[in-house]
């Protein structure tokens, strides 16, 4: 058995979705996503130009030997654009296995450890009675767990880009290549949000898990005061509550805080999180399939997770696609230290047209289609309607003009 040929894809109903669609001799094909947000052009280079030339002709059930081909292969190893593009490779891979095998990927992992997977919404506003609207208005559609994130008051553009367009399923601002520019205000924030995620916790009851997402905006010492402050808010993780590349970070916000902590959506490798995981300084794991090298490389985090009780947090933002997402629900339905998978993307006309799929959201949870492989198929006539639009993130700065994180 061999690998004809393989393509790739990119555009999509608001988000430049990059997808890999890899054939075989045997007419059974496979699905990728290397959607690398707001550089969606360059693991889609990295896959035409070196990896697409030599995947010709391999055998596609060796997905193992073909990602240390990649990995090794590469010399100059990790790094979001290179293991997006091989996480795509891999996900096409384990597709193309359970479609022969004629089982869902889920199967092939393992099974099921349960019958269906907590997701959580994000929940935004520009004030916090707007919050709490778009909080109830996930709670009346069956969400057991939400994100929550506010604006500041005299603070202009935080968390303003995902309150936007209701749901704010699709973040790409289609602006061009040059950012915006946010401000922040450390200690408007720290004044601000504790008291309002009190306030939402007192308004929605104790059942509700809350989930908050700092973005990497606080420095160690701000962060553990922060993460004392929401300590009676009984949160189901603070996230990236200070920058990843700092791991120390998190052991000063462990030594005066139990919140959970929940960190890696940045991560590309088990190298990024081997020593927070051992050292049990975080909770949760938040590696997403595509930036961390695919199903057979994020199962090797999630069993070193496993043995220091951090759970999975699979990132889920738009900056994924349907296909990346079905990698992380066959993930989560398999993964014996599964925690929550964070969920945006599946559900729209528009994408559902492009990526049709049986996976589906109901009371909060996922319920992971029976389908072979990974459950998701790829409309190239839908696909023919889309094209790539640049985008970018925005940028922080501080009130003199200092450059920040976003
Ligand atoms: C999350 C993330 C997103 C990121 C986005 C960047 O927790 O979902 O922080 O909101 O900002 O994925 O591309
Ligand atoms: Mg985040």
């Not at 553009?157 to 946010?182: H, W």
């Not at 049986?358 to 839908?382: K, Q, T, W």
């Amino acid at each position: 058995m061999r690998i004809t040929g393989a393509r790739v894809f990119v555009g999509g109903p608001g988000k430049n979705y990059v997808t890999l669609k890899i054939e075989t001799d045997v007419g059974v094909h496979g699905l990728g996503d290397a959607t690398l947000n707001n550089r969606e052009t360059l693991p889609a280079a990295y896959l035409r130009d070196y990896v697409v030339p030599n995947l010709v002709g391999m055998d596609p059930r060796r997905s193992e030997d073909i990602w240390q081909f990649l990995y090794r292969g590469a010399y100059f190893r990790r790094g979001p654009v290179a293991m997006a593009a091989f996480g795509a490779v891999d996900m096409a891979l384990w597709d193309i296995k359970g479609k022969l095998a004629g089982m869902p990927v889920c199967d092939l992992l393992g099974g099921r450890s349960r019958e269906g997977a907590m997701v959580y919404g994000h929940a935004a506003g520009a004030d916090l009675e707007d919050l709490m609207d778009s909080v109830a208005s996930h709670v009346e559609r069956g969400y057991r767990a939400v994100r929550v994130q506010c604006a500041v008051p005299g603070m202009a553009g935080y968390a303003v880009p995902e309150a936007r367009g209701g749901a704010g399923d699709f973040i790409t601002d289609f602006g061009g290549i040059r950012s915006k520019v946010e401000a922040w205000d450390t200690g408007r924030y720290m004044r601000f949000m504790p008291g309002a995620l009190a306030e939402i916790r007192a308004r929605f009851g104790p059942e509700l898990h809350i989930l908050h997402d700092v973005h990497h905006r606080l420095l160690p010492r701000e962060a553990a005061e922060f993460a004392r402050a929401v300590e009676p808010v009984g949160l189901f993780w603070l996230e990236d509550p200070t920058p990843a590349e700092d791991q120390d970070a998190l052991r000063i916000i462990r030594q005066h805080s139990t919140v959970p902590l929940a960190i890696g959506e940045v991560f590309n490798s088990i190298w990024d999180c081997n020593r927070l995981i051992e050292r049990e300084q975080i909770d949760f794991i938040r590696v997403a399939a595509t930036y961390a090298g695919g199903i057979t490389h994020v199962r090797r985090i999630v069993d070193l997770a496993a043995l220091h009780h951090v759970r999975t947090g699979f990132h889920g933002a738009p900056s994924h696609s349907p296909i990346c997402m079905a990698a992380h629900a066959h993930l989560d339905v398999w993964a014996p230290n599964f925690g929550i998978q964070e969920w945006l993307v599946l559900g729209t006309p528009a994408c559902d047209a492009l990526f049709p799929t049986e996976h589906r959201v109901e009371d909060g949870m996922l319920r992971v289609s029976d389908a072979p492989g990974l459950g998701v198929e790829f409309d190239e006539r839908e696909a023919a309607r889309y094209e790539y639009r640049p985008g970018s993130h925005p940028v922080v700065r501080l009130g003199d003009g200092t450059l920040w994180n976003y």
